[in-house]
């Protein structure tokens, strides 16, 4: 069992960058493929970004392509978000997951564990 606490979350402007941090509790993080979700208001939870076990494989929603990195480091149990170039449209709660499933998926299903989300506004 693993638990995820995110931070980094706040109000940014249009074009500002933003990294989001997501601690794992467990030792056994790094049998873990991660992925990142994110929540506007009013609408579904959706995919943003994952990787793999040993953060070889990458994996992005089109609409932050480019624009978003996904890493890891095992050896201290974290995984980020850089985002770039950030957009009033990618305002939401933002998650993060871990998955047992070894591919990287988009689907919510697929993850098992969850954490709390932070914040993320971006003003025009």
């Known amino acids: 069992q693993v638990q995820l606490v995110e931070s980094g979350g706040g109000l940014v402007r249009a074009g500002d960058s933003l990294r989001l941090s997501c601690a794992a509790s467990g030792r056994t993080f790094s049998s873990y493929f991660m992925g990142w979700f994110r929540q506007a208001p009013g609408k579904e939870r959706e995919f943003v970004a994952a990787i793999s076990r040993s953060g070889s494989h990458t994996y992005y929603a089109d609409s932050v392509k480019g624009r978003f990195t996904i890493s890891r480091d095992n050896a201290k149990n974290m995984v980020y978000l850089q985002m770039n170039s950030l957009k009033p449209e990618d305002t939401a709660v933002y998650y993060c997951?871990?998955?047992?499933?070894?591919?990287?998926?988009?689907?919510?299903?697929?993850?098992?564990?969850w954490g709390q989300g932070t914040q993320v506004t971006v003003s025009s």
């Open positions: 997951a871990a998955t047992t499933n070894n591919i990287l998926t988009t689907l919510r299903r697929r993850y098992d564990y």
